[in-house]
Structure formats: C-alpha cells, structure tokens
C-alpha cells in the first residue's frame, strides 16, 4: 500500500488506527509499527502517526487530559469518526472541551454517513466553531455511490471541505491513491482548491500549524457544464 501511494504521487502518509470499544489504541504498538515500515520502504513516504477517534466516554476523558496522544503527529489536529447508528446531542459541547484543550477536530467523511448526511446545518455550526471536515477521495469519483458523491459536492460548494484523504484499507477496493481525485477536482473547481485540500492544509495538520487564511480558491465552484465536457480525463 505504502509503494502504491508513493507511486501515485503521495510523499506523507497518516496512519490511522481506530481508537473506539471495538480496538484497543496502543501508540506504543503504533510507534512500533511506522518504524517497521519505514526501514521497509526507507522512508517513502513519510508515516506519522495518528487515529480515527471515535466518541466515547472514556475516549473524550483521555484525549482532553493528553491531547497529543491520539493526533495527527502528536500535534493538534484529531480525526474523529462519528457511528452510523447515533450522533450525541452534545457533540458541539464535546468539541468545545477538545478545543479549549488545543484539540482541533477533523470530521472523516460526513458524506458516507447517512447521520450527518441529514445534518448540513449541524455540520456548517461545528465548522464556523473551529471544526474542520475531510472528504474521502473515492466519494468525489462516486465510488461510494450518487448520495455519497452528491452530498460531498454540496459541501465543497459551501466551502465547508477542508481535507480530502485516500481513508485506503487496500489495495485494490480502497486504495491509497489520490492522484485522480487530485485530478478531478482542477477540472472541476480549479487548481487553488486542489492544492488546498490535498497538499497546504494536510502539510499544515501534519506540522500542527493553523491553516492558512482561506481565498477565494478555498470555496468550490463548479465549472458550466459545457467546460466539464471539455475537461481532461
């Protein structure tokens, strides 16, 4: 997986764990594991180290009394992923208390969970709070199917997208390439949007940097559609 990515252009890569009731978090084991592979490939690319966070009561507890310990490279940025099976009232609450603890929160593909698919205003108050959101690459390309792809370009033309990842588990079905959506989305909204979301913000989430003042290439606007045609594959 690593040498596919490499291939396709990636030079840094999260690893992310779940940290929810099912799987044990161990940043030790983790620690363990980059380094295994970064002997393996030398260094190519760059592992760091981070988790998909689920929010539990225990969860919530630790990462607010050790805030680097499951972020993005031990800096500030936390992935969380939400159930498909309930959304907590208090979600806004919660990520008050990580973000008064130097936790920014980074919500992983609103647009293949059916929750939060129901929930654009919800989303638009966590993000004007400080919340940041990631899409998966697969959903700009509709391999999640229509409602994934078409709730996925609503939040890119409310400028309510900040990351774009592979969330790759293999090599074949979830792969970790992200070269055609990076594609994709200069033919379709330009080239400032693309590099915003695949390369300025994810380098500054590595670095643990605050993102830079967004522009006008930060809010998605579609090409007419006489230009799509045109588009290169």
């Known amino acids: 997986m690593l040498r596919m990515a490499a291939d396709s252009g990636t030079t840094d890569i999260v690893a992310t764990p779940h940290a929810d009731l099912e799987y044990t978090f161990s940043p030790e084991m983790i620690r363990l594991r980059v380094e295994e592979l970064t002997a393996a490939t030398g260094g190519v690319p760059r592992i760091y180290e981070g988790c998909d966070f689920h929010l539990t009561f225990d969860n919530i507890q630790d990462a607010v009394a050790n805030p680097a310990k499951y972020t993005i490279n031990h800096k500030r940025y936390l992935m969380v992923e939400f159930s498909d099976m309930i959304i907590f009232q208090n979600t806004g609450e919660i990520f008050d208390r990580m973000m008064a603890a130097g936790i920014v929160p980074v919500i992983t593909h609103p647009e293949r969970n059916q929750l ?107 090409r007419a559609w006489y230009q799509f045609w045109g588009a290169r594959e």
């Open 116 to 222: 939060l698919q129901q929930r654009m205003g919800t989303l638009e108050k966590w993000a004007a709070n400080g919340c940041l959101i990631q899409l998966t690459a697969q959903s700009l390309l509709g391999r999640f199917g229509k409602t994934a792809r078409r709730f996925s370009l609503e939040l890119l033309d409310r400028g309510l997208a900040h990351f774009v990842a592979s969330d790759a588990h293999d090599t074949k079905h979830r792969p970790p390439v992200l070269s055609d959506a990076y594609r994709w989305t200069v033919d379709h909204y330009s080239q400032g949007l693309a590099e915003r979301l695949f390369v300025t913000n994810p380098r500054a989430a590595i670095e643990g940097l605050p993102l830079a003042e967004t522009g006008e290439e930060a809010v998605g606007r579609r």
